[in-house]
């Protein structure tokens, strides 16, 4: 008999499902050119890490800038909240299994002190770091004049799932087009995943677009409201939405992948499925500097009556400069990330990252299919 047609199915991929094919000419590592910019500014490096408070804080944020990299403050985490954020990311380590769901619940139930956004901006600031900030759609009103008069320099609004146009009951919603003329500083907007979001997005003047939805290791999105996308899938799509923006309007706005990235092989393949940058979480949470003791949880955690996020244990693996470049002391692709890059770039004739957006990939077997399987495993030859 004919089955009904319902509805149309395409296959989507994720970091474990492709490779990146070596390239025809090859080029040394140390003369890739790695830079990243938002609007007027640039980093050396085109890593980012997360606003989740276990990753960043403003020692974190300093010593990331200092890196050439970026970090991002999370203003309505601990450090908004409370006077001292370390006696409460303590007791969040401490905790058990059992009760560290509501105990996040508890402790993001405190409200936002406001005097504490700019003495936080104003502590990163003074080394002469770059101070980026993340809020919420809902409270991005409320928090985003208090970032920009504190002179922070990059303000990125998120959730897991922002729009360029939200239906709520509110006569007024967040419009992007005025939250540009009303804050004096570059707007990164995040998470999409899909061509037609990130296009949408990008039309409203905003600075950058933040792209992933589920594959964080401590994001349990896909497992609670199945949604998401995997996140080659992801940055393709919304890569082809920043070429044609640009071909547009001759505005090239960057795309930021946000998620899901362990290794980095993970972070390669980002970048040649078509990201300017990278957003890591967990892996610059195993840094010695990062705040969470060794922990990593999610911003959706807390949600007082639907928690999207899980406290994971990741340990601690060393500085965060061994992480970024080395030298490494895993064999795991955890460190050195940043000479992971531009090798990758080396092998396939890359010199910038846009021409890394250009290397071919395929679609390949999962890894422990290809005599990986003793290492995965842990066995030792």
């Known amino acids: 008999m004919t089955v009904p047609h319902y509805k149309d199915l395409r296959r989507s991929y994720g970091f474990d499902e492709i490779a990146i094919v070596p390239g025809d000419v090859t080029a040394n590592p140390?003369?890739?050119?790695?830079?990243?910019?938002?609007?007027?500014?640039?980093?050396?490096?085109?890593?980012?890490?997360?606003?989740?408070?276990?990753?960043?804080?403003?020692?974190?944020?300093?010593?990331?800038?200092?890196?050439?990299?970026?970090?991002?403050?999370?203003?309505?985490?601990?450090?908004?909240?409370?006077?001292?954020?370390e006696e409460i990311l303590s007791t969040i380590s401490q905790a058990s299994d059992i009760e560290i769901t509501s105990l996040l619940q508890k402790v993001y139930s405190q409200p936002i002190r406001e005097p504490l956004i700019g003495d936080r901006i104003k502590a990163i600031k003074e080394t002469g770091a770059t101070c980026a900030v993340s809020v919420t759609p809902a409270n991005t009103k409320r928090l985003a004049p208090i970032a920009a008069e504190a002179k922070a320099d990059i303000l990125m609004v998120q959730s897991t799932v922002t729009s360029a146009r939200h239906i709520s009951k509110s006569t007024r919603g967040l419009i992007f087009s005025e939250l540009r003329q009303l804050v004096p500083m570059p707007v990164v907007v995040g998470n999409c995943v899909s061509y037609s979001?990130?296009?949408e997005l990008m039309k409203t003047g905003i600075s950058g677009v933040l792209v992933g939805v589920g594959p964080g290791a401590a994001c349990t999105t896909r497992q609670v409201l199945g949604v998401g996308v995997p996140q080659i899938t992801a940055t393709m799509d919304c890569a082809a939405a920043r070429d044609d923006y640009f071909r547009q309007s001759g505005h090239y706005i960057p795309i930021i992948t946000d998620g899901g990235m362990s290794n980095g092989g993970d972070l390669c393949k980002a970048f040649a499925s078509g990201a300017d940058a990278v957003m890591l979480g967990s892996p610059f949470a195993r840094a010695e500097e990062a705040p969470g003791h060794g922990y990593h949880w999610?911003?959706?955690?807390?949600?007082?009556?639907?928690?999207?996020?899980?406290?994971?244990?990741?340990?601690?693996?060393?500085?965060?400069?061994?992480?970024?470049?080395?030298?490494?002391?895993?064999?795991?692709?955890s460190q050195n990330l940043v000479g992971a890059l531009r090798t990758a770039m080396g092998i396939c004739g890359a010199l910038t990252i846009k021409e890394m957006h250009k290397a071919e990939v395929i679609i390949a077997p999962a890894i422990t299919t290809?005599?990986?399987?003793?290492?995965?495993?842990?066995?030792?030859a």
């Open 30 to 85: 140390d003369q890739t050119n790695i830079e990243f910019k938002i609007a007027n500014y640039t980093f050396p490096i085109p890593i980012i890490a997360s606003a989740m408070d276990a990753v960043t804080d403003v020692s974190m944020a300093i010593t990331m800038s200092q890196f050439g990299g970026l970090a991002v403050l999370h203003l309505e985490g601990v450090q908004t909240r409370y006077e001292n954020p």
């Open 197 to 199: 979001a990130c296009l």
């Open 298 to 333: 999610g911003m959706s955690q807390q949600h007082p009556a639907l928690p999207r996020g899980t406290r994971i244990h990741v340990g601690t693996s060393g500085s965060l400069k061994q992480i970024l470049f080395g030298p490494t002391s895993v064999t795991d692709g």
């Open 370 to 380: 290809e005599g990986k399987s003793w290492q995965m495993t842990g066995h030792s």
